[in-house]
């Protein structure tokens, strides 16, 4: 079985401040890891994904993530937020035979002026 | 298509009434997904298609839920005797394969409301 945790599920940040939202996963086999954004009624966007290769993925919107194996970490991250950011983000792993995603439950990101 | 369309995008229906929402995928995806983002909840797995079988139903709610896929392509989930708790976001999501580093499209989502 796979399963997602994110740390807080509100985070407020000024804009121009670094973003960081945090993920941690469960798997038994070698993780897919995906990052999503949601903005207010629309559906899911892909932000960026790890499959294999380099642990340091970049995603769209100056968006990047960190594999971290011994930590069972994906953190989502930013340099410098911008108001367009505020979003709910949501973290999912899949692998193995589970050919769903699993998602984490979400973090509201709010960007303050 | 361009993405992944879904209709209706917004319905709202009277309780024990039947509902179908449905889903086209990407044009040449084989994969197919269904899941319900309810208020305050995460994203709950609902039902996956590979082709027109599915060989994963372990998250229909209920035997109220079904969920059929023909030709490939369009996807149908009904709901009979709507309840209030089915009240939801219904997301439909495909891939191009059912291999598990492939990027998942969803598409807008269908919001019901069950009166």
Known sequence: ?113 | GAGVSQSPSNKVTEKGKDVELRCDPISGHTALYWYRQSLGQGLEFLIYFQGNSAPDKSGLPSDRFSAERTGGSVSTLTIQRTQQEDSAVYLCASSLTRTGGNTIYFGEGSWLTVV
């Open chain 1, 1 to 113: 079985a796979q399963s997602v945790t994110q740390l807080g599920s509100h985070v407020s940040v000024s804009e121009g401040a670094l973003v960081l939202l945090r993920c941690n996963y469960s798997s038994s086999v070698p993780p897919y890891l995906f990052w999503y954004v949601q903005y207010p009624n629309q559906g899911l966007q892909l932000l960026l994904k790890y499959t294999t290769g380099a642990t340091l993925v970049k995603g769209i919107n100056g968006f990047e993530a960190e594999f971290k194996k011994s930590e069972t970490s994906f953190h989502l991250t930013k340099p410098s937020a911008h108001m367009s950011d505020a979003a709910e983000y949501f973290c999912a792993v899949s692998g193995g035979s589970a050919r769903q995603l699993t998602f984490g439950s979400g973090t509201q990101l709010t960007v303050l002026p």
